[in-house]
């Protein structure tokens, strides 16, 4: 069993672990406590298109982990085309947070396969020669090229985010 995989192993060690065990240089930082994926970028000097954020929806009834560039809101329709299904839904925080117990609620890193999840992404992130992403907490963040990511974690790309609405 690879280190990865072992239970009961905090976020950030799970994924360094991982990262090395696949000879994935990155960098992580630590900040100022931030809860929106937009105000982490913001602290962290990263534009929202390179910053990653996971949406977790409940597709015909299975749970699946959507990567978002922070800047970005989900389309509905162009996920329920992509993945074929007929209802998907934002998942509540009570339906994933026991698959996500190595990390602050909200502040899961975009690595579907180590929690048993696929990983669909939209394709702005892509676009970037290195992705920023919560590292399990609200105060840490991981960067790395999105080749290396793209590479380890092999995501679904798809056209999937709109840009919101300005207010």
Do not use: W
Request: aromatic share 8%; charged share 30%.
């Amino acid at each position: 069993m690879r280190y990865a995989e072992v239970p009961d192993v905090k976020c950030r060690e799970r994924i360094e672990a991982y990262l090395r065990e696949s000879n994935v240089e990155f960098e992580v930082r630590e900040h100022p406590l931030a809860f929106t994926a937009q105000e982490v970028a913001g602290t962290e000097h990263v534009k929202g298109r390179a910053f990653a954020k996971v949406v977790m929806v409940v597709a015909d009834g299975e749970m699946r982990m959507v990567v978002l560039p922070a800047s970005e809101k989900l389309s509905f329709e162009r996920l329920r085309a992509v993945i074929q299904a007929k209802h998907v839904r934002l998942a509540s925080e009570d339906e994933f947070a026991g698959r996500f117990a190595d990390c602050d609620a909200g502040a899961m890193p975009p690595f579907g396969h180590l929690y048993g999840l696929s990983a669909v992404m939209d394709d702005t992130l892509a676009k970037n020669e290195l992705i920023s992403f919560r590292l399990g907490t609200h105060t840490t963040t991981m960067s790395m090229r999105y080749e290396d990511f793209a590479r380890i974690e092999k995501p679904r790309l798809a056209d999937l985010g709109v840009a919101p609405m300005p207010v």
